[in-house]
């Protein structure tokens, strides 16, 4: 488990590709997925509201 650097709270992970089982964990709000371009960041902080790179 990631968690913030700012706040200490656990991160969610950021995907960059799609499928269905990930569409469910991010209906779920397990997850979060991002664009269909690539990213460096991999990581989200819901209560900060920032990305992070680990």
């Known amino acids: 488990m990631k968690t ?3 706040c200490e ?6 995907f960059h590709d799609s499928s269905d ?9 397990e997850i979060i ?3 269909c371009c690539s990213s460096e960041y ?4 819901e209560y900060c509201d920032e990305f992070f790179k680990f």
Do not use: D, F, H, I
Not at 21 to 29: F, Q, T, Y
């Open 33 to 35: 997925l991002g664009n």
């Open 42 to 45: 991999n990581y989200y902080c």
């Open 9 to 14: 709270r656990e991160l969610k992970k950021v």
């Open 21 to 29: 089982e990930l569409a469910v964990e991010s209906m779920n709000g």
């Open 4 to 6: 913030c650097p700012k």
